[in-house]
């Protein structure tokens, strides 16, 4: 398969007067065509932030790429000129935020911020517009989808707000859509509504997704591979399958560790002891050592290399050495 994206040694940080924020801080990955990659981790661990550094939309300042490189269609959407990436947000990239609420304007029409997103890119009379967009509508399954475009944000269901949302970041046919997160608004029917969507979009139009989540049940029902994300950075990167019966890195094994499992007679989930780092002040060495069982010296001192261990599975974990041999 094609690569469509690839992204290396990305450091997002923001510069705040209590310090500095590494919510990113080197993250590695490749987004192939037609996969779901999944962002894994724990609320706090860098999966949002690294989203929006693909098409650079947080605040700048405080905001900053600091390093690294986002790799599309032979450009570094890190450092292109402001007007060439905003060609590529919506059209080529889209966005799919992680509450609707927040991301619809309140005071226009669904019809006519989803026919906004169409014209951004391309002239089309009113009809025209308003036509596709109806399409898109019911392509999410939005019933009586004529009459949702005259509605406002307000009018809308949770679910349908997400679906809408969904609707806008495919109006321009991008080759990547990124879903933040879109079904932790949303109660589980819509949820399994909103997962079918995705998954017939990945099949149907051969669709490359970029997956946020924390949810390890949703990752093995869309996903090609997944990516752990911690302290801004990829432990952990393999085929999905893989992650969920193989885990290499502590951190991983310990997510799932954490999942219920009705097989079992446990009284009380266990748990990964600790919480995620403070992103202004990030401990030496390999940033998971304070809560891992397995640690060593030499975690507390320097920071693991991503190393490839089987295949395509690679993991950045002192218990393996460079060559990516088990050495614990």
């Known amino acids: 398969m094609n690569t469509l994206l690839e992204v290396s040694n990305l450091k997002t940080w923001f510069y705040t007067r209590r310090g500095i924020v590494k919510a990113v801080n080197g993250v590695d990955f490749d987004l192939r065509q037609g996969e779901c990659l999944c962002l894994v981790g724990e609320s706090g661990c860098g999966k949002s932030v690294t989203a929006l550094s693909l098409l650079r939309l947080f605040d700048s300042p405080p905001g900053k790429i600091v390093s690294g490189k986002v790799m599309f269609a032979g450009i570094d959407l890190t450092n292109c000129p402001l007007e060439q990436i905003r060609r590529v947000r919506g059209k080529d990239i889209a966005m799919v935020f992680q509450n609707a609420q927040s991301a619809l304007n309140p005071v226009f029409t669904i019809g006519d911020q989803i026919m906004e997103q169409i014209n951004a890119h391309g002239r089309h009379s009113r009809a025209d517009a308003r ?25 809308m269901s949770g679910g349908m707000k997400q679906r809408a ?70 432990v952990e990167i393999a085929p999905v399958e893989t992650i969920l019966t ?69 993991v950045a974990c002192h218990l393996y050495d460079n060559a990516g041999a088990f050495i614990a």
């Open 165 to 234: 949302m969904i609707a806008m970041g495919l109006s321009c046919d991008p080759a990547i859509l990124v879903a933040d997160e879109p079904t932790t608004a949303v109660d589980v029917t819509i949820r399994a509504q909103i997962m079918y969507i995705l998954q017939e979009l990945k099949t149907r139009r051969n669709m490359s997704i970029i997956f946020i989540t924390h949810d390890l049940s949703l990752v093995r029902e869309i996903g090609n591979r997944a990516a752990v994300i911690y302290g801004g950075r990829v």
């Open 131 to 155: 036509r596709k967009a109806r399409l898109l509508l019911e392509e999410m399954n939005i019933p009586q989808a004529e009459n949702a475009l005259n509605m406002y944000p307000h009018q």
């Open 246 to 314: 193989d885990p290499a890195h502590p951190y991983t094994r310990g997510l799932i560790a954490c999942l219920p499992d009705i097989s079992t007679d446990l009284k009380r989930l266990p748990s990964i002891p600790g919480n995620t780092p403070n992103p202004i002040d990030l401990p030496e060495g390999c940033t998971f050592h304070p809560r891992c069982r397995d640690v060593m010296d030499v975690c507390r001192s320097t920071e693991p290399a991503l190393v490839n261990i089987a295949g395509v599975h690679k």
